[in-house]
Structure formats: C-alpha cells, structure tokens
C-alpha cells in the first residue's frame, strides 16, 4: 500500500482537472485563479500559512506562497512549480485525466502538475511530521525548552514552503512577483527545489535565450518603377541569410541562431516600405541572452536602415558543484537513482531563483509536453514524493 504515492496521484487528477491555461499564450484563457484557490484552500486546511500574490498591474494572475510550520531557525526549503499550462489546441479532453497502466494524460500532466502534485503532498506530510513534533515536545518540555524566553517546540529541522506560480510558460510574472515579495513575508530559503520534468535526473544546466526585433525601413514606389523605392524585404531577406551564415559558428560553440518569424510588404504592385523579423538566439549555459544584440548589430549593413529592439532576455544557468544546492542534488540522486545528467535544451526558471538562493531542479517527466498527447510516468511521481519525504527531514545544508 502506497497512501503516500496514491495521494499525489489523487491531486494531481485534481490539478489537471482544472482548466489553468496561460491568458498569455491564448487570448481569454482561464489563467491561473481556479487553481490557487483550490490548492491555497487545502493547504490552508492542512497547516500551511498561504499568501496569494499577483504581479504588479496583473491581479489576474495569481500566485501561491504555503509556509510550512516551524520555526525561524528551520532551515527553509523552498519547492517551486507553475500552476498555468500552454493551450490545448487538438485536445478532445484536456481537463480529463485519462490513466492507462502507467501513465496519465492531460494537458499539464508533466509540465508540471505532475511535480506539482509530488511536492504538494511531501510538503504536506512533512509539515504533519512538524505539527505532530512540536505537539508532542510541547507536552514534554526540557529544561531549556521551558527556560524564560524559549518558547516550547522542536528546534531546527525542515521547514517546507511551497511556491507555486503563474505564468512560468510565458513571461515569469508569478516567479518574479514571489520572489520579490518573500523578505517582506519573512521567508529566508536556504534551498529552492524546481520540479519540472527531469526523468527524475538532476538538471546539470540550462541554455539561455534572448529575442530581438529587427525592423528595416524602406521607401514605396509603384512595382512597375522599383528603381523609386527602396524595397524593405531585400534588406530584410539579406540579414536572414547572414543569420544562416552565421548561424553553424555559434552552434559549434553551444548556441543557435535563428530567425523564427518574418514579415514584410502590404500588397502585390507595392515595393514594400517596412519588413521586420524575429531573431532567437540560445546560448550556451554560461552565455547571457542580450548577447542576441551583439550578434544582430554585427550582421547588419548599415545601409540597410534598420534598428533593433530587445524582446526578451534570459540567462543561462549551471547547478553549483559544491554548496547545499549541490549536497541536496546528490542525496535526492541517490534517493531516486539517478544524478546530475541532465542538459535542458530551453530555458527554466532557474536562475531566478539562484539569485536568492541556491537552485536545482528535478521532477518527473513522461512524454507529449506542449503537445496534444501529453502524459506523465505516475511511477516517477510516486517516487518524486518518497525521495522529497525521505530526503528532506535529516538534510542540512550546513552539512556539506
């Protein structure tokens, strides 16, 4: 019997069971306000202080912080997943979890409702654990517990803080606001732990990205005369085969180059007066996004009247070789059976939260992610749970 491994199979049926995809991505979607209200309501039930927290000028898009019991001096253990999900165009049923032997499918199953639902129900045996402690310490006091000025309950130990947000599969708004607002709440992490898909591997590193806006000004003449114009889309489609050109150099050096979306010109028998293009740029884990201007400023002619704007930007991110983040990856590793193998090829919202604390990510996966057939590995959830209960409770990251 597995009640621990049947409770996160339960909610995460729950979770993808509500409808949670990114406004963002998809005009009039649903977004994430159904599904923090259904999990600050559990978690609120089960002993957990929960804050919701929307971004600046997006209080429709909510986020979720659950702090744990214990007290200050516990270490903090912060475990980070997105509630919202991408669209669910070519999907019968997406928001019917369907499971077949192993595996359960829906829209967000592994990206990340799956992890999700692991961390959720860790979180919330731990946190039994906490409240059973301090209960029974409360009853038997020691000396010094009872000593003026010492308040009664279990000392040390881990205090668990779910952070779970909106928006990851757009822009960040729900990681960025949560961040932001943790000093204010008296939330100090030690450790953040990211559960999106991993297979269960640790994730060794992350590939950053960067976006541009390319836009060239022409001049509009009658087709019949194009010796009065400037014609745009020349300009244009001579800067996309000096991306092509450019682009097996940086992928020999770990990143790519590409322009992912292109446009130009009005009507037949018009020389086009304005094109304008996206430029994508990925980098190498070590590389930082707003390279992408370095490299558009280098391809460009100065002739061909173009100015550049950046889109977005993010950079790319390594797991610490030493440290608690690094010590965690290795107990959880051993727990599960795996290591630090694994590359993602995108980016992850990793270095965000490395800003403030020590990072790693690892959850479970399965297969169809962003696509109409997605699943996750219900056996690598129930495993997710057991390591985090298994691992969490003796860890200290001053034990490295």
């Known amino acids: ?42 978690l609120r039930a089960n002993g957990f202080t929960v804050t919701i927290v929307s971004a600046e000028g997006h209080a429709d898009r909510p986020s979720l912080l659950a702090v744990g019991p214990g007290p200050a001096d516990a270490t903090t253990v912060v475990l980070n997943g997105h509630l919202d999900t991408v669209g669910v165009s070519g999907m019968p049923s997406p928001f019917t979890p369907r499971v077949e032997g192993h595996q359960l499918f829906g829209r967000g199953a592994a990206d990340m409702k799956g992890g999700v639902a692991a961390m959720v129900v860790a979180a919330e045996r731990l946190a039994a654990g906490r409240l059973a402690d301090d209960h029974r310490t409360a009853e038997r006091p020691t000396d010094a517990d009872s000593a003026p000025g010492h308040p009664t309950g279990v000392r040390g130990g881990i205090r668990p803080v779910l952070a779970l947000v909106a928006d990851e599969e757009d822009a960040s708004l729900g990681s960025e606001a949560i961040i932001a607002a943790l000093a204010a709440l008296d939330v100090q992490p030690d450790v953040c732990l990211i559960g999106e898909p991993t297979d269960l591997a640790l994730c060794r590193t992350l590939r950053g990205f960067g976006v541009a806006r390319v836009s060239f000004q022409g001049r509009g003449a ?52 304005s094109a304008e293009c996206l430029i994508e740029i990925r980098t190498s884990p070590d590389g930082r996004g707003t390279t992408v201007l370095d490299e558009v400023h280098a391809l460009l002619d100065p002739a061909w009247d173009a100015t550049v ?16 983040a690094a010590d965690l990856a290795s107990r959880l590793g051993r727990a599960l059976t795996t290591s630090a193998t694994f590359d993602a090829p995108y980016w992850m919202e990793a270095p965000l939260w490395q800003a403030i604390c020590p990072t790693l990510i690892c959850g479970p996966s399965g297969g169809g992610l962003h696509a109409a057939d997605e699943w996750v590995d219900l056996r690598q959830v129930r495993a997710f749970a057991h390591a985090l209960v298994g691992v969490l409770p003796s860890w200290d990251p001053a034990a490295d």
Do not use: C
């Open 309 to 324: 704007a950046l889109v977005a930007s993010r950079d790319g991110w390594r797991l610490d070789t030493t440290g608690p």
């Open 222 to 273: 009658h087709s019949s005369q194009p010796h009065l114009g400037v014609n745009a889309l020349t300009h244009l489609g001579r800067f996309l085969h000096a991306v092509d050109q450019r682009a097996p150099h940086l992928r020999a050096e770990g990143s790519d180059l590409m322009v992912t979306v292109a446009r130009g010109g009005s009507s037949a028998f018009v020389i086009p007066d």
């Open 1 to 42: 019997m597995d009640d621990l491994g049947d409770a996160a199979v339960a909610l995460l049926s729950d979770l993808v069971a509500i409808d949670s995809v990114n406004p963002g991505l998809v005009d009039g979607a649903a977004g994430e306000p159904a599904i923090v209200a259904f999990l600050a309501n559990r």
